[in-house]
């Protein structure tokens, strides 16, 4: 608590000692008695507490404390404002050492490094719509990706269904065209052909080896069995094959 207590105390006279107005005030009033802060100093070792006390108030006797504190507050105003008007001089002869003095050397022995304020802000002016320029195009380009990865996007899906009907359309081709190579590679195409025949003239086909190698190539099916032959008719890829003899046969 006593900790707490002193650590504030401590924190609230820092604050106040640094303050460059009441710091100022301390310096002008040391400055000003010094005298007194010397001789509190520096008391020959017999002095007591008593004869201090009394040195004290002797001192205050000859000098008035409200008004030297009064004069103290003037004089420390005046020096602040003596510092900070300082300060603006100094300011000021480094403004006109960089922006004049400066600039005059530059113009007598390097004339080069130096541009002219109109220039400047042409190139300023012109940086800026450089700038805008850019990030409009930046932002077309980014609109132009994101239209153009819509597009692959689109393209993709509709190459793949493209694909997806060319290969069904392939596939049902090259069966097609594979029964028929089939039948010329085994030397039946006659015998398919008469099969045709008589199913178009609705004869009913004997059950022997060459129904059944026709019914194993699922060019012709069964509808009704009979003692000795079957009722049959084309499959539809019996019917594209005899499509496809026929186109060949032209």
Known sequence: MFTEFFG???????????????????????FRNW??????????????????????????QTVNFYGDLFLTVVEAFILMVLTFLLLAISRLVVELYDKRLM???????????????EELDRLVIQNGRLERRLTEEREKRMAAESDNDNLEEEMKKLLASQQKQEKNSSRHKTTEESVFLRLKRDNTVDLFQSAVTRISSQYRLQKNDETDYL?????????????????????????????????SDD
């Open 35 to 60: 005298e007194l802060v010397y001789a509190l100093f520096v008391f020959d070792d017999y002095y007591t507490l008593e004869m201090k006390t009394q040195y004290i108030k002797g001192y205050y």
């Open 8 to 30: 504030s105390v401590f924190a609230n006279f820092k604050q106040k000692v640094t303050n460059p107005f009441l710091g100022t005030i301390i310096l002008v009033w040391f």
């Open 215 to 247: 019914i194993g190539l699922n060019l012709i099916e069964v509808v009704y069995n009979h003692a000795n032959d079957s009722d049959v008719r084309l499959t539809p890829l019996g019917e594209k094959v005899r499509d496809l003899i026929l186109r």
């Open 103 to 117: 600039v005059f050397i530059y113009k007598i022995f390097d004339r080069d490094r130096l541009v002219k304020r």
